[in-house]
């Protein structure tokens, strides 16, 4: 089972970006469907982006971040990425990656349910 670590959150002013990283420990990363997830106070953790573990990288999104937000992966650096643009205030949340072990190459799971690996998570808040 992979460890997961996020950094790369922050405060930022609307409008702005912020690239979250991912790293992950242990040799079997590429063998991993991955996943980025946000939880702000009160409300439940909801996905937000997720990228399959390999076979040319099948992505889906949240629809409050399509076109704002990019999910990508280098398996040679064990790591994944959440390059996050056009920030709003409600895009303020703890955001944690996650990821499963995964015989498809093509699969993106959703729900956090799917998934057996979890970051600490890295606060992201946006200012108005």
């Known amino acids: 089972q992979v460890q997961l670590v996020e950094s790369g959150g922050g405060l930022v002013q609307a409008g702005g970006s912020l690239r979250l990283s991912c790293a992950a420990s242990?040799?079997?990363?590429?063998?991993?469907?991955m996943g980025w997830f946000r939880q702000a106070p009160g409300k439940e953790r909801e996905f937000v982006a997720g990228?399959?573990?390999?076979?040319?990288?099948?992505?889906n999104y949240a629809e409050s971040v399509k076109g704002r937000f990019t999910v990508s992966r280098d398996n040679a650096k064990n790591s994944m990425y959440l390059q996050m643009n056009s920030l709003k205030p409600e895009d303020t949340a703890v955001y944690y990656c996650?990821?499963?072990?995964?015989?498809?190459?093509?699969?993106?799971?959703?729900?956090?349910?799917?998934?057996?690996?979890w970051g600490q998570g890295t606060q992201v808040t946006v200012s108005s």
């Open positions: 996650a990821g499963r072990p995964d015989s498809s190459m093509w699969s993106v799971p959703t729900l956090a349910t799917d998934f057996r690996s």
């Open positions: 242990g040799r079997t990363f590429s063998t991993y469907a």
């Open positions: 990228i399959s573990r390999s076979g040319g990288y099948s992505t």
